[in-house]
C-alpha cells in the first residue's frame, strides 16, 4: 500500500522576552543561547530525517531559523514550501499579554497540561478545534500531493498537538494531554485513508549520570 511519512519538528525555543508572554501566532525569534548549546539536537534531527523530503514551514520565522539549523548540523539543505494551516494558535486580542494577565482574562477552568482549556475562545483569535479542523486538511493535502513519499514540517506544539489529534480522532481536550517539547520529533504516516502515529514527541538519547 502506498503510505506518505511525515515528520513533525517542534520549533527550537524562543528568546526570554518572548516566553513571557503568551505569544501564541506572533512571530517571535529563537534564543540565541539555545541555538548554541542544542547544537546535539540540531545534529540528532539532522541523522533522523530522511533525505530527499519535502520540507514544509509555516509563516513564522522561528520554523524557518530551525530547519536552517537542523541543515547547517548536517542536513543536506532543501528548499523550504510555506503552509499558513500549520501555524500556531491564533490567541487574538490575549495574545502577547503577560503570562498572569492571560490567566485572568479565562472563562474557563484551564487544562491540566496548557495554559487554558481546549475550549477557550480568545476574543477574535480561535479554540483549540478550530486549530484541529485546519491542520488536518493541511496534513491530507501533504500526504495527497507527496504519495509514497516523505515530508518534513517544522512547525509548532500546537499544530503538531493538533496532527496527532487528526491522525487518532481526537477531541482537542485529548490532543492537548500530549508533551511536544522543543526540537522533538513526531512521526506521522498515511497508508490509503488511513493515518498511523509511528511516534510522538521523539528526542535525542541521553547518557545517564555514571
Not at 525555543?13 to 517571535?28: I, T
Request: aromatic share 6%; net charge negative; charged share 20%.
Amino acid at each position: 500500500m502506498i503510505a506518505t511519512r511525515i515528520f513533525l519538528v517542534r520549533h527550537a525555543l524562543v528568546e526570554p522576552s518572548a516566553r513571557a508572554l503568551m505569544y501564541g501566532s506572533m512571530d517571535v525569534a529563537l534564543c540565541d543561547l539555545a541555538l548554541r548549546e542544542e547544537a546535539a539536537s540540531y545534529r540528532w534531527l539532522a541523522a533522523r530525517l530522511p533525505e530527499g523530503a519535502r520540507w514544509v514551514v509555516t509563516p513564522l520565522s522561528r520554523t524557518r531559523a530551525t530547519a536552517a539549523a537542523i541543515f547547517a548540523a548536517g542536513h543536506a539543505p532543501a528548499p523550504l514550501t510555506i503552509e499558513p494551516d500549520l501555524i500556531e494558535q491564533g490567541l487574538g486580542e490575549w495574545q502577547g499579554l503577560s503570562h498572569e494577565a492571560f490567566s485572568a482574562l479565562l472563562r474557563l477552568k484551564p487544562h491540566p497540561f496548557w495554559p487554558h482549556a481546549a475550549e477557550e475562545h480568545p476574543p477574535g483569535g480561535e479554540d483549540f478545534a478550530h486549530v484541529v479542523a485546519r491542520v488536518g486538511p493541511a496534513l491530507e493535502r501533504l500526504a495527497d500531493a507527496n504519495p509514497d513519499g516523505d515530508v518534513v514540517v517544522v512547525a509548532h506544539g500546537g499544530s503538531i498537538r493538533a496532527a496527532v489529534a487528526h491522525a487518532m480522532g481526537l477531541t482537542a481536550h485529548q490532543a492537548l494531554l500530549f508533551s511536544i517539547k522543543n526540537l522533538s520529533l513526531t512521526r506521522l504516516e498515511r497508508h490509503g485513508a488511513d493515518w498511523r502515529v509511528s511516534a510522538v514527541n521523539e528526542e535525542p538519547f541521553t547518557t545517564p549520570a555514571g
